[in-house]
C-alpha cells in the first residue's frame, strides 16, 4: 500500500526500495543501501540523487562520505502539492488543447451529399450552378439536358452568360457537329471511350453526376476533395490529344 502510494507520488520502484530502507534504518551510506536492498550500486546512486531533488532525503558528508537520511514523511505533502499543480496545468493545457481541436473540427466542412430526382429536382441544381457564379466543367456522353429541358436550357445559357459564368464541356465526337458555339463556353471532343453515360458536372467546391433516366436522378456532392479529384480527370482530358 504504502509501495503503491509512493509511486503515484512519482517514485521508481528504486527511489522507493532506497527512501523506505532510510525511513527504516534511519540513516546510511551509498554501498550499505545497495546490499541491504539489493540494488545495483549505479541504481542507487540515480535513485539518491532523483531522491534528494524530490526533497525526500538529505545528506551529510562524514570522512569525505555522504550519509544519506530521510527527511520527515510530513514533507511528501510537498510533492503531493506539486503533483496537483501539475494536473492543474496538464487539465488547462488539456481543456485548451481541446478547444482548438472543436475549432478546427468547426471549420472543417463534411462532407454533403443530396439526391434529386425528376426534372423539377434537376432544375433547382442548375439554378444552383448559376447562384454559385463559378466557372462550370461539364463531361456527357449526350445533350441530354438540352433534349429533355428545351426552352429551359437556352434560357440557362442565357442567364450564364448574363452571369459571366465560364463552361468547358468534354463531348463525344459524335456531336461536333451537333452542338451551337455559344459565348463563354468553350468546346473539347474526345472518343466515346472516354465518356460515361453519366453526366459529371463541376462548379466550385459542388460536384454533380447525373443519371438521364426517364425520371432523372442526380446525386449532389459538396466536397473539396471529391470536386479537385474531379476536376483533375477533368483536365486531364482536356489537355489529352484524343479529340
Same mark, same amino acid.
Given at each position: 500500500?504504502?509501495?503503491?502510494?509512493?509511486?503515484? &507520488? *512519482?517514485?521508481?520502484?528504486?527511489?522507493?526500495?532506497?527512501?523506505?530502507?532510510?525511513? /527504516?534504518?534511519?540513516?546510511?551510506?551509498?554501498?550499505?543501501?545497495?546490499?541491504?536492498?539489493?540494488?545495483?550500486?549505479?541504481?542507487?546512486?540515480?535513485? &539518491?540523487?532523483?531522491?534528494?531533488? /524530490? *526533497?525526500?532525503?538529505?545528506?551529510?558528508?562524514?570522512?569525505?562520505? /555522504?550519509?544519506?537520511?530521510?527527511?520527515?514523511?510530513?514533507?511528501?505533502?510537498?510533492?503531493?502539492?506539486?503533483?496537483?499543480?501539475?494536473?492543474?496545468?496538464? $487539465?488547462?493545457?488539456?481543456?485548451?488543447?481541446?478547444?482548438? &481541436?472543436?475549432?478546427?473540427?468547426?471549420?472543417?466542412?463534411?462532407?454533403?451529399?443530396?439526391?434529386?430526382?425528376?426534372?423539377? *429536382?434537376?432544375?433547382?441544381?442548375?439554378?444552383?450552378?448559376?447562384?454559385?457564379?463559378?466557372?462550370?466543367?461539364?463531361?456527357?456522353?449526350?445533350?441530354?439536358?438540352?433534349?429533355?429541358? *428545351?426552352?429551359?436550357?437556352?434560357?440557362?445559357?442565357?442567364?450564364?452568360?448574363?452571369?459571366?459564368?465560364?463552361?468547358?464541356?468534354?463531348?463525344?465526337?459524335?456531336?461536333?457537329?451537333?452542338?451551337? /458555339?455559344?459565348?463563354?463556353?468553350?468546346?473539347?471532343?474526345?472518343?466515346?471511350?472516354?465518356?460515361?453515360?453519366?453526366?459529371?458536372?463541376?462548379?466550385?467546391?459542388?460536384?454533380?453526376?447525373?443519371?438521364?433516366?426517364?425520371?432523372?436522378?442526380?446525386?449532389?456532392?459538396?466536397?473539396?476533395?471529391?470536386?479537385?479529384?474531379?476536376?483533375?480527370?477533368?483536365?486531364?482530358?482536356?489537355?489529352?490529344?484524343? $479529340?
Amino acid at each position: 500500500m504504502i509501495e503503491e502510494s509512493l509511486s503515484k &507520488l *512519482g517514485f521508481s520502484p528504486s527511489e522507493v526500495k532506497v527512501y523506505l530502507h532510510l525511513v /527504516k534504518a534511519g540513516s546510511s551510506y551509498a554501498n550499505r543501501i545497495s546490499a541491504d536492498t539489493k540494488l545495483n550500486r549505479t541504481n542507487v546512486y540515480e535513485a &539518491l540523487d532523483r531522491l534528494v531533488s /524530490k *526533497g525526500a532525503i538529505s545528506f551529510i558528508s562524514k570522512n569525505k562520505v /555522504k550519509w544519506f537520511e530521510a527527511n520527515k514523511p510530513e514533507k511528501l505533502i510537498s510533492l503531493l502539492d506539486e503533483k496537483e499543480d501539475e494536473l492543474k496545468k496538464s $487539465r488547462k493545457e488539456l481543456f485548451s488543447a481541446i478547444l482548438s &481541436l472543436k475549432n478546427i473540427s468547426a471549420q472543417a466542412k463534411p462532407l454533403e451529399a443530396s439526391v434529386f430526382t425528376g426534372k423539377k *429536382g434537376l432544375r433547382m441544381l442548375f439554378e444552383d450552378i448559376l447562384e454559385t457564379k463559378k466557372p462550370i466543367y461539364l463531361i456527357a456522353a449526350n445533350l441530354q439536358f438540352k433534349e429533355i429541358f *428545351g426552352p429551359y436550357f437556352e434560357l440557362w445559357h442565357k442567364k450564364r452568360i448574363e452571369r459571366k459564368i465560364p463552361q468547358k464541356t468534354i463531348l463525344p465526337k459524335k456531336l461536333k457537329n451537333k452542338v451551337e /458555339k455559344r459565348e463563354l463556353l468553350e468546346y473539347k471532343f474526345i472518343d466515346d471511350k472516354y465518356t460515361s453515360p453519366t453526366t459529371t458536372i463541376v462548379y466550385g467546391e459542388n460536384c454533380l453526376l447525373i443519371q438521364w433516366d426517364k425520371e432523372p436522378v442526380a446525386i449532389k456532392i459538396s466536397s473539396k476533395q471529391i470536386s479537385k479529384s474531379n476536376l483533375n480527370y477533368f483536365n486531364i482530358l482536356w489537355a489529352s490529344e484524343i $479529340r
